[in-house]
């Protein structure tokens, strides 16, 4: 089955620890995202890579990083310089097709983070 | 700026009673629109989509969301709720550069 895989679904991590999420695709999807979510505030986007081994910024990328060496892999790296790390993340991914704005984006199913 | 913004925080209502959840965005041209679905501790599901045409747009589950240019709105509805339905809603807008800017969300009670 196609999809997007998120791992581990639950992690723990101490204070001033950096942290790696998973996210690998299978739809041979070019573009793939990164959004922080927490209670109340809707989805705000980290980083996003529109092709292999380039990326952009998003509304909230300090404390973060990324790299995109795969097309189906953008793993996600939260820095202890992250003040407030503890969310839920969620990783996306979407079709660019030339002259088909079809910007669906199809969603892993998430990892939560909590920061002890 | 733009944005996105869901009115309503909250929504209870009753099994089997009609369902409408608000969504404006700020923007000069048409945005393309999307209305995604998340239950608890999961991912968002797609429940439709609007880039152009019948401005009437028919989802998955039943719902369906009305794109008003006038209104700068693009509301969800369905007709039945059903308790399957009970979940956060999201609002999200691509402002024509591939990205998505989403709303804070309006969670759905349902009632029996």
């Known amino acids: 089955d196609g999809g997007i895989t998120q791992s581990p679904k639950y992690l723990f991590r101490k204070e001033g620890q950096n942290v790696t999420l998973s996210c690998e695709q299978n739809?041979?999807?070019?573009?793939m995202y990164w959004y922080r979510q927490d209670p109340g505030q809707g989805l705000r986007l980290i980083y996003y890579?529109?092709?292999?081994?380039?990326?952009q910024k998003g509304d909230i990328a300090e404390g973060y990083s990324v790299s995109r060496e795969k097309k189906e892999s953008f793993p996600l790296t939260v820095t202890s310089a992250q003040k407030n790390p503890t969310a839920f993340y969620l990783c996306?991914?979407?079709?660019?097709?030339?002259?088909?704005?079809?910007?669906?984006?199809?969603f892993g199913p998430g990892t939560r983070l909590t920061v002890l | 700026a733009q944005s996105v913004t869901q009115p309503d925080i909250h929504i209870t209502v009753s099994e089997g009673a009609s369902l409408e959840l608000r969504c404006n965005y700020s923007y000069g041209a048409t945005p393309y629109l999307f209305w995604y679905v998340q239950s608890p501790g999961q991912g968002l599901q797609l429940l439709l989509k609007y880039f152009s045409g019948d401005t009437l747009v028919q989802g998955i589950k039943g719902f369906e969301a009305e794109f008003k240019r006038s209104q700068s709105s693009f509301n969800l509805r369905k007709p039945s709720v059903h308790w399957s339905d009970a979940a956060e809603y999201f609002c999200a807008v691509d402002y024509n550069d591939y990205k998505l800017s989403f709303g804070a969300g309006t969670t759905v009670t349902v009632r029996a």
């Open positions: 996306a991914s979407s079709d660019l097709l030339a002259g088909v704005r079809d910007n669906e984006q199809f």
């Open positions: 739809l041979n999807h070019d573009a």
């Open positions: 890579s529109q092709i292999v081994n380039d990326f």
